[in-house]
């Protein structure tokens, strides 16, 4: 049969043939029960959203005791509010008290001296000593008038000035008395506090064995994962071994452009959907199936991404140890001698589109929705499947490619299209960056993930940051040793590390000895895995080793809080989170 005749074949007809063909590489696992190791929705990488009754177990578990201590938060900021009111109350009246007895015992000075001075005249001065004393008789009723006055008017002031100082003692036992009452109620919630707390810590045990029980279920979905890639590069390797046996040596893909002016010797055109035949790729004719041809610009490229599997995410790089999903895709062609842009933006921007119903190995995939514009890139490996630095799984995985989430199918062995933009955010709706969500620098929220409880992250979801014990989302610790590698260029050492994730139990025991200033358990922002708190310098506004932080952290994913800026009320230069959710 001639490559014309072929060409003319029906489109279903061709279809089929197309069909029949990729079934023939068999490059996915075909489901066949529980244990079949095929991709799913959600790929396990470290943080698959599992459909566990355990989980759900913990997470109602985890809330009920977090709703406890936080509606007993209110009460206890209230409590402790009050009693500072009334211990403020108490130093201001005991100070009134203290300013009129003064003032009273200043008059009491003044009468005390005029008394002297009477003493010292003789006696008491009187009327009758004025006229006595042989005075003018005009002098002497003068002298009586202003007595009449200074007797009064002293009586007047040392009344007044005792008014004041019953009024103040009479203030500072009513402000002693709210003290009492409010210390008593702040000793009331102490101790419901100390119940609360003391259940949280009954409660831990049983979380603890929720949680095991969640991270043994997601240790599982992991493995098959790791089959699934495993198989897939199996499987690869035998379609590469099958074209090698079968005496093919793929060509360029300048050779497979036009299959309209000609294929190399011995192949033919693959089927389009729309009835003709596709560009960029060719069969060789076999019975039962045909075996399909690719150039080899995309077995290089295919084969490439391979190698790269099971390598973990992380935005802002590029290899050979972590990767973003755009890196990927412009590294493994680049191996193959095609140049790429190195962001999902750019690679849609340029890459020639083919139809979705045409998807063949090495093909680029561009995943996304009309809310959140273009959110992933991936290389397709079937119809159904797709190699990917996928951020939701947290490394290069392989996984279900969602067939009503595809924005378009691009071929990277047909040249570049004159640039087009990419599809973005609707108004008001956040970036999604390889299949996760991107918060700006300004967000200032919690950032749950994974489906997890704050606190009760399975440890199969975390990994080691490099720096003494601590831990983060694989993803976030990926980003972070990069980081801390390029901060290492600038100032001759790792990222200093004082705090990254917190299990629920040390926010427990962080609470019971600080109730008034740390988190109610479950809601600390270390507890998503997703925080550090940072040394060496960092932990100051204005150093050097802040100052590269504010500029370059953002390349890797990570963000200094608003909150935590200076001026808004929890200055925390140290503290640094992962945005890349």
Same mark, same amino acid.
């Given at each position: 049969m001639s490559a014309r005749t072929l060409w003319r074949i029906p489109a279903s007809a061709a279809s089929r043939?197309?069909?029949?063909?990729?079934?023939?590489?068999?490059?996915?696992?075909?489901?066949?029960?529980?244990?079949?190791?095929?991709?799913?929705?959600q790929p396990g990488g470290t943080s698959g959203v599992l459909d566990s009754d355990a989980l759900d177990r913990l997470q109602q578990r985890a809330a009920d005791v977090q709703n406890d201590l936080k509606a007993q938060q209110a009460e206890v900021t209230a409590a402790r509010e009050s009693l500072a009111d009334a211990q403020a109350d108490v130093t201001a009246a005991e100070k009134v008290v203290s300013d009129a007895e003064g003032e009273l015992a200043q008059h009491q000075e003044v009468v005390a001296g005029y008394a002297a001075a009477v003493y010292r005249d003789g006696g008491s001065l009187t009327p009758l000593t004025l006229l006595l004393s042989g005075g003018d008789p005009g002098d002497v009723l003068t002298a009586m008038g202003f007595l009449d006055v200074v007797d009064r008017h002293a009586a007047d002031v040392i009344g007044s000035a005792e008014k004041l100082r019953r009024a103040a003692l009479d203030r500072q036992r009513r402000a002693k008395a709210a003290l009492?009452?409010?210390?008593?109620?702040?000793?009331?919630?102490?101790?419901?506090?100390?119940?609360?707390?003391?259940?949280?810590?009954?409660?831990?045990?049983?979380?603890?064995?929720?949680?095991?029980?969640?991270?043994?279920? +997601?240790?599982?979905?992991?493995?098959?994962?790791?089959?699934?890639?495993?198989?897939?590069?199996?499987?690869?390797?035998?379609?590469?071994?099958?074209?090698?046996?079968?005496?093919?040596?793929?060509?360029?893909?300048?050779?497979?452009?036009?299959?309209?002016?000609?294929?190399?010797?011995?192949?033919?055109?693959?089927?389009?959907?729309?009835?003709?035949?596709?560009?960029?790729?060719?069969?060789?004719?076999?019975?039962?199936?045909?075996?399909l041809v690719l150039p080899a610009e995309t077995m290089t490229a295919v084969t490439t991404a391979m190698a790269a599997l099971g390598r973990p995410y992380a935005p802002g790089t590029s290899g050979p140890e972590s990767w973003d999903c755009g890196s990927l895709v412009q590294s493994v062609y680049a191996a193959a001698g095609i140049a790429l842009p190195g962001d999902q933006g750019g690679l849609f921007s340029v890459t020639v589109p083919v139809e979705p119903a045409d998807v063949l190995p090495g093909d680029l995939v561009f995943l996304g929705n009309g809310e959140s514009g273009l959110g992933h890139v991936g290389i397709a490996l079937d119809p159904k499947t797709m190699l990917a630095a996928d951020a939701?799984?947290?490394?290069?995985?392989?996984?279900? +490619?969602?067939?009503?989430?595809?924005?378009?199918?691009?071929?990277?062995?047909l040249g570049q299209r004159a640039p087009v933009a990419a599809p973005k955010p609707a108004a008001g709706s956040l970036r999604v960056e390889c299949g996760n969500t991107v918060h700006p620098p300004s967000y200032g929220g919690e950032?749950?993930?994974g489906g997890y409880p704050n606190g009760l992250i399975p440890p199969s979801a975390m990994c080691p940051l490099g720096v003494g014990d601590h831990q983060l989302r694989c993803d976030a610790a990926a980003a972070f040793r990069a980081m801390s590698a390029a901060y290492a260029a600038s100032f001759g050492g790792p990222v200093c590390v004082t705090d990254s994730y917190r299990t629920y139990a040390s926010q427990v025991r962080l609470y019971g000895e600080k109730p008034a200033l740390a988190a109610v358990p479950g809601t600390s922002n270390h507890g998503w895995g997703l925080a550090l708190d940072l040394c060496g310098g960092i932990q100051n506004y204005g150093?050097?080793?802040?100052?590269?932080m504010v500029a370059n952290a953002g390349r890797f994913g990570y963000l200094h809080p608003t909150w935590a800026d200076p001026g808004n009320g929890r200055e925390e230069p140290w503290h640094w989170e992962y945005a890349g959710t």
């Open positions: 043939v197309l069909v029949a063909t990729l079934a023939a590489l068999a490059l996915t696992v075909p489901l066949a029960g529980p244990s079949a190791a095929a991709p799913s929705d009492a009452k409010a210390q008593e109620r702040a000793d009331e919630v102490s101790a419901r506090v100390s119940e609360l707390e003391a259940a949280a810590e009954a409660v831990t045990d049983e979380l603890g064995e929720a949680l095991g029980e969640v991270d043994r279920q +997601l240790a599982q979905l992991q493995k098959e994962q790791l089959d699934v890639n495993a198989r897939t590069a199996a499987n690869w390797k035998a379609y590469v071994d099958q074209l090698a046996a079968a005496g093919v040596t793929s060509p360029p893909a300048a050779q497979l452009r036009d299959p309209a002016g000609g294929l190399p010797a011995g192949l033919v055109p693959v089927g389009g959907s729309g009835g003709g035949a596709q560009r960029g790729a060719a069969q060789l004719p076999r019975q039962p199936t045909s075996l939701r799984a947290g490394s290069v995985v392989v996984r279900t +490619l969602p067939a009503d989430e595809v924005l378009g199918i691009g071929r990277p062995t950032r749950a993930w150093t050097a080793p802040y100052q590269w």
